[in-house]
């Protein structure tokens, strides 16, 4: 039971992470070069909490993983920088890269259990990483570890360390994978769908656990998600992406209060809303995600874009600065929509 | 279109009834078995435990709950794809357990499911016409060749898919078309209800409007009942009419859609709406987040008395772990007769007579339900597309 009215501390400019003009390739020998991730730059800083939003295939998770050194080791190309505290993560080696995994950076899955190593009580498994990486004792760290599991919402941790990640319902495990994420007391947690595979009730309970993360301990925290709605509670910048690129990035309330680019509008209008009115048909986007052209060729979007001219099929559009002067509203849109010029959405 | 009419101008079997399906107490339980040699019957999973509802003719009626209520069972039983322990089903006013061989087939036709993916469990090598004919001729909807083809053009339109399809293969097709056919081939028989499990839940955030949408428009079209199944409250709201939610194998509340979430009465509803995020900063700012402690019981292992009493902020010493609470009509001002629920307390927590408190999270044991203490992943939709990526330090 508890009441959540929650305004982020966000303190500008001091950023952690700094990610720029990312770009990652997948292909290889007869394979056709496939740019999953084209050109993605932001930030986050400390006790702040980022969205990366888009649908399936827009290249979220392709993102993380190379800012974590995740990415299969072949058959793909990373440009760009991403600077952790001066140094370039993706001008680290295999060895520097986990070592910095371990101690500053951490990531939680969709799948938990993946992530888990079934054949380890998830209380040595939690134990494991603080001997590691704080260098504690095996009775200590169990210790630590049975707190860990508390912190998170593990019912009755003294029994629970000792149990498989099987034994454990998915909110359990979802708990235990960030109780594992916690234990190198990260500065940086990366949140890849971390709730969409539970259910409601469950995932109120992690991203209330996350929340406490971000305002307690003053982490940094990229979620990633497909629901606005989570964006919504959570985000203090969102950034919307589409075919690998972000179209459009805002704070949470100017975003939600003004989406301005075709396609972040286009979805605010097509999803149903639990306080929202009853009446009347949904506006559906046309087409579906796989419909996109490639960016060279425009803009992506314009297969299903209702604001699309001719030039949106010849010019790709740049992410530039809203054109009614709004600071950090950017979008990539060479007709977006503007306050009063429309009736579609609300 | 000789002999397919729509069921509109089917004339009711009286005048006055127009409930089209009428569960009472229908209950679904799974035998648990173990033992190597002698599979021994240790337990029984209760998926589906006292289930009644009315679905009136042309309405549409949304389940919710959450995973492993027993939504989907419910709705097998229904179609009696799944053969209900106890209980009865009664469609159109036939009692459904009374059908056999071929009467239970011919009334078959008349039900139909949606699936979360409706092609994921089909013939891959069967083009679309092949797929749709298929169920035509097993109800004798194909003698006249003609008449076939122009119904096959006919439900194509309805959904909005190009002539061209026909010949192509399900897997050349993205989710939402496919969920497009899965509606033609539940329509090409001409039923009168639509069971439709998760029908957008596979579904890209911005195709899941189209099939909400062509959803309503094809029951306005052919005048068809449904049965909605969906975890998604707000889906649900959208599209039904009357809206029940399940928790652990029955109903705890059952409302118009609008009554439903202007006000919620039973605890586990108000828990899960206010858990529902909304796309909206400004309102998940002010809202009031009830979190729920712990896990949704084992089906297998139900509480006794009110099944929502170990995680109930409002539980209540006298009698919530021992009496089950039936659904029921409340004595509250401005909600209506047909919005019931089953909670002993619904008026005084409703009038902040009772007020809520902190619960201590009771361990619940996933495996309960399960035959073996095996490692096995629940059904988490959509897989990691890296499985083999491990957190730090693993
Ligand atoms: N190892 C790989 N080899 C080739 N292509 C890949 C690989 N990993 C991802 N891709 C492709 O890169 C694109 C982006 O994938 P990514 O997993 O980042 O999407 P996502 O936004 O996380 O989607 P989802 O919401 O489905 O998780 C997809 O088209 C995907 O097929
Ligand atoms: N054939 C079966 N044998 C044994 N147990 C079963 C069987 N089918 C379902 N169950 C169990 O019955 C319970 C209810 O399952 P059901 O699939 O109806 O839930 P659901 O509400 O549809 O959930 P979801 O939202 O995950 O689809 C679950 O605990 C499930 O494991
Ligand atoms: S650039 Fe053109 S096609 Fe692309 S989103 Fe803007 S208006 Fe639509
Ligand atoms: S009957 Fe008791 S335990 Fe059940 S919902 Fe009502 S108050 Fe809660
Ligand atoms: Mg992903
Ligand atoms: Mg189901």
Excluded at chain 1, 339 to 345: N, W
Excluded at chain 2, 18 to 46: C, E, M, N, S, W
Excluded at chain 2, 122 to 128: A, F, G, K, M, S
Excluded at chain 2, 345 to 362: D, K, M, N, R, W
Aim: glycine letters at 8%.
């Amino acid at each position: 039971m508890s009441a959540a009215a929650y305004e982020p501390e966000v303190r500008a400019g001091d950023s952690l992470l700094s990610v720029r003009d990312l770009v990652v390739e997948f292909g290889g020998k007869g394979r056709p070069t496939f740019r999953a991730v084209d050109g993605v730059s932001f930030d986050v800083g400390p006790g702040q909490t980022i969205g990366l939003v888009g649908e399936s295939g827009c290249g979220k998770s392709v993102t993380s993983l190379a800012i974590m050194g995740l990415l299969p080791a072949r058959g793909n190309k990373v440009a760009g920088s991403a600077t952790f505290d001066g140094t370039d993560l993706l001008t680290l080696d295999q060895r520097e890269m986990s070592d910095r995994r371990g101690r500053d950076i951490a990531m939680i899955f969709q799948d938990p259990l993946s992530s888990l190593n079934p054949v380890v009580p998830i209380g040595v498994q939690v134990a494991e990483v603080m001997q590691r990486h704080q260098g504690l004792k095996k009775a200590q760290a169990m210790q630590e570890s049975r707190l860990l599991l508390d912190r998170v919402g593990i019912p009755d941790p003294a029994r629970r360390l000792k149990e498989y990640p099987h034994q454990l319902s998915g909110g359990m495990r979802q708990r235990a994978l960030i109780a594992m994420a916690l234990a190198c007391k990260p500065r940086l947690l990366i949140a890849d769908e971390p709730t969409t595979a539970l259910d409601v009730t469950i995932q109120a309970q992690i991203l209330e656990v996350l929340r406490e993360l971000v305002v307690d301990s003053g982490t940094a925290l990229i979620m990633i998600t497909h629901d606005l709605g989570v964006v919504a509670g959570l985000c203090d910048e969102v950034n919307v992406m589409y075919a690998g690129r972000i179209v459009e990035s805002a704070s949470r309330h100017e975003i939600f209060a003004r989406p301005e680019h075709p396609y972040t509008h286009g979805l605010l209008g097509s999803i149903p809303r639990l306080d929202g009115t009853r009446a009347g048909a949904l506006h559906a986007i046309p087409g579906s995600v796989a419909d996109n052209i490639p960016w060279t060729g425009g803009c992506a979007f314009a297969p299903r874009c209702t604001n699309a001219t001719a030039i949106c099929r010849e010019q790709s559009p740049a992410l530039e600065a809203d054109p009614t002067g709004i600071p950090d509203h950017l979008l990539r849109c060479h007709h977006p929509i503007l306050p009063g010029t429309d009736s579609t959405h609300e | 279109m000789s002999e397919q009419t729509s069921i509109l101008d089917k004339k009711r079997p009286d005048g006055s009834a127009d409930i089209l399906l009428d569960a009472q107490d229908v209950k679904v339980h799974f035998p648990i078995k173990r033992g190597v040699i002698f599979d021994r019957t240790v337990g029984y999973v209760y998926a589906v435990d006292g289930m009644t509802l009315q679905i009136n003719r042309g309405e549409t009626y949304g389940l919710v709950g959450e995973s492993g209520c027993g939504k989907s069972t419910f709705g097998r039983a229904l179609l009696r794809l799944e053969e209900p322990t106890a209980g009865t089903v009664a469609f159109d006013g036939t009692d459904l357990s009374s059908l056999k061989g071929e009467t239970l087939r011919k009334q078959r036709r008349n039900m139909q499911m949606v699936f979360q993916d409706p092609l994921s469990s089909l013939d891959p090598r069967q083009t679309v016409e092949a797929l749709l004919l298929e169920g035509m001729r097993a109800h004798g909807l194909t003698k006249d060749k003609t008449a076939a083809h122009a119904r096959l053009r006919e439900l194509l339109s309805a959904v909005g898919l190009p002539e061209a399809a026909l010949k192509k293969y399900p897997h050349e097709f993205s989710g939402g078309q496919r969920q497009r056919i899965g509606i033609a081939r539940a329509l090409s028989v001409d039923p009168q209800l639509i069971v439709a499990d998760e029908p957008v839940s596979a579904l890209d955030v911005s195709v899941q409007a189209q099939v909400i949408n062509l959803l309503e428009d094809v029951q306005e079209q052919f005048g068809l009942t449904y049965l909605v199944i969906a975890h998604d409250l707000a889906v649900v709201r959208h599209i039904s009419d009357r809206v029940g939610v399940m928790y652990l194998g029955a109903l705890v509340e059952e409302a118009d859609a609008d009554d439903l979430y202007a006000m919620p009465l039973h605890p586990y509803t108000r828990a899960l709406m206010s858990a529902v995020p909304i796309p909206d900063p400004q309102v998940e700012d002010r809202r009031e987040r009830i979190i729920l402690a712990g896990d949704l019981p084992s089906p297998a292992a139900p509480p006794n008395g009110c099944r929502f009493h170990t995680r109930c902020p409002w539980r209540q010493e006298t009698k919530c772990d021992t009496e089950r609470p039936q659904l029921r009509e409340v004595r509250i001002e401005g909600v209506p007769a047909t919005h019931r629920v089953a909670c002993h307390f619904a008026e005084e927590i409703q009038s902040g007579a009772l007020q809520p408190h902190s619960v201590t999270p009771t361990i619940v044991d996933p495996d309960a339900d399960r035959p073996r203490p095996d490692i096995v992943e629940d059904g988490a939709p959509g897989a990691d597309p890296f499985p083999d990526a491990r957190p730090p330090g693993v």
